[in-house]
């Protein structure tokens, strides 16, 4: 099992920033990815950025590209993501990911961000 514990999320105007953390542990040997999705109230969960264990690369959600940023810490099996030039649109509970060998997938409870106008 895989325990994810997000923090960091919090109330910022628009135009503001916020950095978000995910702290992955337990049974974290094989990692493949980690990554974050987001879910704003009566709509469906949206994929945010990831990023590969091995090598790094990123990928990101349309909405999000060049103003988020998602980055790791290997020996701290912790995932961050730079948010910037936040907008009201970016509201939502944010949601760790992380996908092990085997094709686990694991959740964590979720950050609340609100971006006001």
């Known amino acids: 099992q895989v325990q994810l514990v997000e923090s960091g999320g919090g109330s910022v105007q628009a135009g503001g920033s916020l950095r978000l953390s995910c702290d992955a542990s337990?049974?974290?040997?094989?990692?493949?990815?980690m990554g974050w999705f987001r879910q704003a109230p009566g709509k469906e969960r949206e994929f945010v950025a990831r990023?590969?264990?091995?090598?790094?690369?990123?990928y990101y959600g349309d909405s999000v590209k060049g103003r988020f940023s998602i980055s790791r810490h290997k020996v701290k099996n912790t995932v961050y993501l730079q948010m910037n030039s936040l907008e009201p649109e970016d509201t939502a509970v944010y949601l760790c990911?992380?996908?092990?060998?085997?094709?686990?997938?694991?959740w964590g409870e979720g950050t609340q961000v609100t971006v006001s106008s």
């Open positions: 990023i590969r264990w091995s090598g790094g690369s990123t």
């Open positions: 337990g049974r974290t040997f094989g990692m493949v990815g």
């Open positions: 990911n992380a996908v092990l060998v085997g094709d686990q997938n694991y």
